[in-house]
């Protein structure tokens, strides 16, 4: 059976999505952009602070499952320019324990808000 997550401490979904799910022992986030926690308004910043924020609104939702980055088996990246990813794996080197999840980067052209980065993952309780 699947069930909602519902961050109190991420930012709410600004559409017809959860925040994340969970199936079983498996908890699948959506993807996440670096907004304010309470508004749809990106931070301020380049991308290792827009890395740094979507990998801590992930982490609030994990916790509601009681999952920590540690239980990330596999996150999804879409980036905006691929000439970021030796900032953003720096990021991932410090945030993530070894380990570290398996990982997929997919450039893209634009993202919500104008976003550098968008994550989502898959994690297992």
């Not at 945030?95 to 450039?107: I, K, N």
């Amino acid at each position: 059976m699947k069930y909602a997550i519902n961050a109190r401490r991420a930012p709410e979904a600004v559409g017809p999505y959860s925040q994340g799910t969970t199936a079983g022992r498996l908890v699948f986030t959506s993807g996440v952009i670096p907004i304010t926690e309470d508004s749809e308004v990106l931070i301020e910043g380049g991308i290792r602070e827009q890395t740094e924020r979507v990998i801590d609104i992930v982490e609030a939702i994990l916790s509601e499952v009681d999952c920590t980055l540690d239980d990330i088996a596999q996150t999804t990246l879409y980036v905006a320019d691929l000439a970021d990813l030796a900032v953003i794996n720096e990021v991932f080197e410090e945030r993530f324990p070894m380990p570290a999840p398996a990982r997929s980067v997919v450039g893209v052209s634009s993202l919500p808000l104008g976003s550098l980065i968008e994550m989502d993952c898959i994690a297992c309780r």
